[in-house]
């Protein structure tokens, strides 16, 4: 197994573009997360799927963000009208949770997104 | 709601030190309570965990005692290495959510 992988490593984009983040979690997880994380701050989170199920969205996840994981392995996070503020590392990661055992989160290396 | 408070950085210290980095936390109920490390280049990876009160976790010569009296969890090493540069951030969940990240410390090492 390689590990969380992410897909593109960076992205350039003008200010309005929709941008599509991939992630591949290792493949026995059942949980996916997304993060994100800016200069000089720890990752915040965004949401996470339990299987296909989208069970948690933060605050933080506008209206302009979706994410799905549609047949529960990978998983997609969707950024539409792009703003300069949506500038960040977006981490994706996944765990295996048995019971009430959160499981050790794995992170992949991270999709780096600049808003022009 | 929850949350994790760790000492700014960066900490800048000469091979052999001491190393302590502060983190305290806000929480309702009983966390559990991690240090991950981000090496240059690489991705956030599990140092070491504590999922109940007195519990110390440990690895690589890092360790942390979870501390509910004070609300605690600060990690230490006794002797770095220039192979420890690298950002260190604690974090918390409650049973079933998702982790909680500080702002992370970076620890640069020379030799």
């Known amino acids: 197994d390689t590990g969380v992988s992410q897909d593109p490593r960076h992205k350039i984009t003008k200010r309005g573009q929709n941008v599509t983040f991939r992630c591949d979690p290792i493949?026995?997880?059942?949980?996916l997360y997304w993060y994100r994380q800016t200069l000089g701050q720890g990752p915040e989170f965004l949401t996470y799927?339990?299987?296909?199920?989208?069970?948690?969205k933060s605050r933080l996840l506008s209206d302009r963000f979706s994410a799905e994981r549609p047949k529960g392995s990978f998983s997609t996070l969707e950024i539409q009208r792009t703003e300069q503020g949506d500038s960040a590392m977006y981490l994706c990661?996944?765990?295996?949770?048995?019971?009430?055992?959160?499981?050790?989160?794995?992170f992949g290396e991270g999709s780096r997104l600049t808003v022009l | 709601g929850d949350s994790v408070t760790q000492m700014e950085g960066p900490v800048t210290l000469s091979e052999e030190a001491c190393l302590t980095i502060?983190?305290?936390?806000?929480?309702?109920?009983?966390?559990?309570l991690f240090w991950y490390v981000q090496y240059p280049g690489e991705g956030l990876q599990l140092l070491l965990k504590?999922?109940?009160?007195?519990d110390k976790g440990s690895n690589k010569g890092f360790e942390a005692t979870y501390r509910k009296e004070t609300t605690s969890f600060h990690l230490e090493k006794g002797s770095v290495q220039v192979s420890d540069s690298a950002v260190y951030f604690c974090?918390?969940?409650?049973?079933?959510?998702?982790?909680?990240f500080g702002k992370g410390t970076t620890l640069s090492v020379s030799s």
């Open positions: 504590a999922t109940k009160a007195d």
């Open positions: 502060n983190c305290t936390y806000t929480a309702t109920g009983y966390p559990s």
């Open positions: 974090a918390l969940n409650q049973a079933g959510t998702a982790l909680i």
């Open positions: 990661a996944s765990s295996l949770v048995t019971g009430t055992n959160t499981g050790e989160l794995f």
């Open positions: 493949s026995e997880h059942n949980r």
């Open positions: 799927f339990q299987n296909e199920a989208q069970l948690e």
